[in-house]
């Protein structure tokens, strides 16, 4: 099944094309964004096992094979893939020297601070590889990067790039309609799963490649609007989640905000780069949505980031 927004590149053609020796099922989306897609895609899917790629993944040829396998373990909600970054020159993938997997990084990122207040996760997620943290951000256990490489480990689910779940396990299941370019959605899934009791895994075996163009059909990257609303929707995964997971904790994300501020405006004063500046304000913007969006939880009120999220994407 193939969901399609009229391209105007001939990709419905393509699709024409081998829908019938391929057996495709083509489905357009009129309009929307990304989650928009996966609703509509999670609404008409039929299988036991739903397969996610990204429109520039490239898979290895044994998985779907290594999928199916991975789900005769009992109780299984959800598989993670590897992702490997890759150029393509020509017909040729050239895999990067120095980065071998999008999801299990071998150098820290953060200081020891910063994961001490910000990476604590969510109780029953100890020994997961990509879990959230009780301050609300997605987090990397480094502990268990190494056996991961080798074995089937915990985790919640990694990159929309290669991932699968239970079509059981997902039964009516939709995501809420405040995002635009989707940022999370994978962990929000993997959560979700979760909390139903399943089990969600990564499978290092199951590999696919993605290409570093700069660009996808859904996301630009050197695209100011689409870094803002990215970093946006990032830091809205605590407020997205709270009042539906008891864990997550405003002392903690309090003073993890603290501790980012101290940091961008001491690096701020020190190199006056307008990057810098620029991220120190989207992070900015993201927490007064944050915060918009927790009084209206706490007064028992609707509310949705999209309507601000079109807003920061169009003033940008």
């Known amino acids: 099944?193939?969901?399609?927004?009229?391209?105007?590149?001939?990709?419905?053609?393509?699709?024409?094309?081998?829908?019938?020796?391929?057996?495709?099922?083509?489905?357009?989306?009129?309009?929307?964004?990304?989650?928009?897609?996966?609703?509509?895609?999670?609404?008409?899917?039929?299988?036991?096992?739903?397969?996610?790629?990204?429109?520039?993944a490239i898979p290895f040829p044994n998985l779907i094979q290594s999928y199916l396998l991975s789900y005769l373990?009992?109780?299984?909600?959800?598989?993670?893939?590897?992702?490997?970054?890759?150029?393509?020159?020509?017909?040729?993938?050239?895999?990067?020297?120095?980065?071998?997997s999008e999801i299990m990084p071998t150098q820290i990122s953060e200081t020891v601070l910063a994961r001490k207040l910000g990476s604590r996760p969510l109780r029953g997620l100890e020994n997961y590889l990509i879990y959230i943290s009780k301050a609300g951000f997605v987090s990397v256990n480094y502990e268990i990067i190494k056996k991961a490489f080798s074995q089937p480990v915990p985790s919640l689910l990694a990159k929309g790039a290669n991932m699968s779940i239970s079509s059981k396990a997902a039964a009516g299941f939709q995501f809420p309609p405040s995002w635009?370019?989707?940022?999370?959605?994978?962990?929000?899934?993997?959560?979700?799963?979760?909390?139903?009791?399943?089990?969600?895994?990564?499978?290092?075996?199951?590999?696919?490649?993605?290409?570093?163009?700069?660009?996808?059909?859904?996301?630009?990257?050197?695209?100011?609007?689409?870094?803002?609303?990215?970093?946006?929707?990032?830091r809205l995964l605590f407020y997205r989640l709270y009042g539906s997971e008891p864990e997550l904790s405003i002392m903690h994300r309090l003073l993890l905000l603290l501790l980012e501020a101290i940091i961008d405006l001491k690096s701020i004063c020190l190199h006056k780069q307008t990057s810098r500046i620029r991220m120190f304000k989207n992070k900015l913007f993201a927490e007064l949505i944050g915060l918009r969006w927790l009084v209206y939880k706490k007064m028992g009120l609707n509310y949705s980031p999209l309507a601000d999220l079109k807003k920061c994407y169009n003033k940008r």
């Open 1 to 56: 099944m193939l969901v399609v927004k009229p391209s105007g590149d001939g990709t419905e053609q393509i699709i024409e094309k081998y829908r019938e020796s391929l057996n495709i099922k083509l489905i357009i989306q009129n309009r929307g964004y990304v989650v928009d897609a996966l609703n509509l895609g999670l609404k008409n899917a039929q299988g036991n096992i739903l397969v996610f790629l990204d429109d520039d």
């Open 73 to 100: 373990a009992p109780h299984i909600g959800g598989v993670a893939g590897d992702v490997v970054p890759v150029t393509v020159s020509g017909n040729k993938i050239c895999p990067f020297e120095d980065i071998a």
């Open 180 to 234: 635009i370019l989707g940022l999370t959605f994978e962990q929000y899934l993997g959560w979700y799963l979760w909390k139903k009791g399943y089990q969600v895994i990564i499978n290092p075996q199951i590999k696919a490649y993605h290409i570093h163009h700069g660009q996808s059909l859904s996301r630009n990257v050197k695209d100011k609007k689409n870094d803002a609303v990215l970093c946006t929707e990032a």
